[in-house]
């Protein structure tokens, strides 16, 4: 995210792919104008979902949240609210983006929170590993801050940061990229707090501290190069775990904002005994593959990249391939995976099907089996199909750049698709979303029916599926169906 503010500059870059900052449409002076001061502080509608209102930090009620966030460093610093005021274990808090503000009554001054500790505290561990891939802290009940704080921060430093037996080239890297991010900044201690972990998550390595948390990226990304450091949005995750009371993660205009700040709404976590549940987790990316064709389909197609398998919370099975087709004639095939156990016996099948891939496409498809079983070891990918004949369907259809927005629980792709044909087609269209290492996490589905010839029209890509690992899209007509 990019803000032109009077004060400063910021650039904000969420924690994973599939969480897109909101760029907001609003009214005619919220577009032109989308901050603006308001009595004892400042409202801003850059977070506010589209809804043209927003969120007030103000020192109304002598809670000087306004003048605390400018003395740690205003949106370039901890980003912009999130949230109004809320109450939680006695203390006033407000939450940005990055950060969670505490009033300090006793010595009236703004803390930053230690957001993670606090999440740490009522179970969130797991939640924050599965869902943010936000490691566990370490152990540091060694530690003796009362009669040794210096010593304490330097133990926390070595124990992250510097090199440690076993560690490959690249983690030892990656330490001294975070590193220097980390400590960047001179007040590094009250805007973070103390490094408490470091983890390797597949394309990134992640280190976590009291009140924030850091990304190396070891491949590059979209949003990052290879070597980059980016930021975890803090204040985002708490209010995503339900820290934050709705009343107050609503926005508001600027009037409604100021006049809350008097009265914030109470707040609790969920009990530590119900925390979130985890989203289906991937096997292994990449399960060794057997192969074996029915027909003379096989010759036809290439696997392009690992085959997926994602073992739902009721232990049925979600297999994702990526396909292409090498022939110069269109191709149509069922798909069965066959998932064995490591003495190679079957205990379990996945189907699909793949219709009209034309010459030189490339086509994710899901197969979905009917019966839960346990964790396979190995798969086997089954083809029996037929080709189709010679066309060009790839030239007649042809889809837009697709754009991604998450919209509640919903992951969305959007974008255009085109008949240059001359007759019309129903289209079923599927969204892959893959890891780093080209590997399908979940696929967003939508229809586009009757598609006339010269026709463009817009289509929409929805699925609910957690993609924990997903760091790309791709868009590919599925079926085309004449007419």
Known sequence: ???????????????????????????????????????????????????????????????????????LGGVAELGYPVSGRFLLDGFVYQATQKVLLQWDAANGTVNVANTFDILSAANYDDWLVVFRQ???????????PVNDWPGTVQNHLDGIFAAQPGDTPEMVAARAALQERFLSNPNWLVLSGLPLS??????????RAQRAALQYWKVSMPWANAGDVTAVLGGDIAKEAGLIPASAAQPMDAATAARDAVAPP??????????????????APGLPVTRIATGDTADQLTIVGPV????????????????????NVSVSTAIDVLALAEDGSAIGLASGAVSNLPPGSTRAVRLISSDPFAQPASVELRFSGTLVGSNNLEHIISLSPAQYTREGA?????????????????????????????AV??????????????????????????LPVGVSH???????VPR
């Open 134 to 144: 936000i490691p566990k802290s370490f152990d540091w009940s060694a530690d003796d």
């Open 308 to 327: 997926n398998v994602i073992v739902s919370p009721h232990g049925n099975l979600r297999a994702y391939v990526r396909l292409q087709n090498t022939a």
């Open 198 to 207: 470091i983890q390797e998550f597949g394309p990134m390595v992640v280190m």
């Open 474 to 480: 791709t868009v590919a007509t599925n079926v085309i």
């Open 410 to 438: 919903l992951h969305v792709l959007r974008g255009s698709v085109t008949n240059s044909g001359s007759r019309p087609y129903s289209l079923d269209l599927g969204g892959a979303f893959l890891d780093a290492g080209g």
């Open 1 to 71: 995210m990019h803000k032109r503010y009077t004060r400063a500059t910021s650039v904000f870059v969420l924690l994973f792919i599939l969480w897109p900052t909101s760029a907001l449409a609003v009214q005619a002076q919220a577009v032109a104008d989308p901050d603006t001061a308001i009595e004892n502080g400042w409202y801003y509608t850059q977070t506010g979902e589209d809804t043209g209102r927003g969120f007030a930090i103000t020192d109304n009620g002598g809670i000087a949240f306004w003048t605390g966030f400018q003395q």
């Open 441 to 466: 996490t979940g696929m967003a589905t939508g229809l586009v029916s009757n598609l006339l010839p010269g026709e463009t029209r817009e289509y929409t890509l929805t699925t609910d599926e957690d």
């Open 266 to 283: 109470s707040a609790a976590l969920p009990p530590a005994a119900n925390p979130p549940a985890p989203p289906p987790q991937p096997v």
